[in-house]
């Protein structure tokens, strides 16, 4: 079955430095990857829309410039949070899903990185 | 903005008893898909319900829509300590690979042994 593999699990970083996530679809070609946020005890939130090849679209209230996100291949998306500050600590996801397969499968969800800023 | 509305937001059972989870909707949608995440961990497609269905099983699982009530259901039957997991709702508006899904706010299931 298709595999997403995200990288790192966890990190902790200090406050005004960046951190950048990875996501890479193992076995299928993604040319869509969605990343999320998921605060403790609560549901995921949509932050954006990774296109390969284009920018990427974000949801409203998200910042751009400071969550960057590159979809440079078929197979890698990354976000990249920016100076981040303790507020920006959380659980982020991404998932893909292959554009081809026949319709009736979900998403493939990586698993997560747990970013905590000190 | 979330779409889906899970009830209830917290379940705790006993191993062997079934358990049942509700979600609501508020928009037209394609289908609706159920996922499980155990803590700390990211999600597992569970099973996917198109709008022109009305019931569908997998193993244990199995999953109601009521497209005029905006509302699904999954029972899990004869449940497991490993089943122990939030369970999300999630609505698709289309079929395509960039079709954006909602998510619910999620079920917290414990399942004593």
């Known amino acids: 079955g298709a595999v997403v593999s995200q990288h790192p699990s966890w990190v902790i970083c200090k406050s005004g430095t960046s951190v950048k996530i990875e996501c890479r679809s193992l076995?299928?070609?993604?040319?869509?990857m969605f990343w999320y946020r998921q605060f403790p005890k609560q549901s995921l939130m949509l932050m954006a829309t990774?296109?390969?090849?284009?920018?990427?679209?974000?949801e409203q209230g998200v910042e751009k410039d400071k969550f960057l996100i590159n979809h440079a291949s078929l197979t890698l998306s990354t976000l990249t949070v920016t100076s981040a500050h303790p507020e920006d600590s959380s659980f982020y996801i991404c998932?893909?899903?292959?554009?081809?397969?026949?319709?009736?499968?979900?998403?493939?969800f990586g698993s997560g990185t747990r970013l905590t800023v000190v | 903005s979330q779409q889906g509305e899970e009830d209830p937001q917290a379940l705790s059972i006993q191993e062997g008893e079934n358990a049942t989870m509700n979600c609501s909707y508020k928009?037209?949608?394609?289908?609706l898909q159920w996922y499980r995440q155990n803590s700390g961990r990211g999600l597992v497609h569970l099973i996917l319900?198109?709008?022109?269905?009305r019931e569908k099983h997998s193993g244990r699982l199995r999953v109601t829509l009521d497209t005029s009530k905006k509302s699904s259901s999954l029972l899990i039957t004869a449940s497991r300590a490993a089943d122990t997991a939030s369970y999300f709702c999630?609505?698709?508006?289309?079929?395509?690979?960039?079709?954006?899904?909602?998510f619910g706010k999620g079920i917290t299931l414990s399942v004593r042994p």
């Open positions: 990774s296109n390969e090849g284009s920018k990427a679209t974000y």
């Open positions: 998932s893909a899903r292959e554009g081809n397969r026949v319709v009736g499968y979900g998403y493939t």
């Open positions: 928009t037209s949608i394609n289908n």
């Open positions: 999630a609505t698709a508006p289309t079929t395509g690979a960039n079709s954006k899904l909602t």
């Open positions: 076995d299928f070609q993604a040319t869509t």
């Open positions: 319900i198109r709008s022109n269905e």
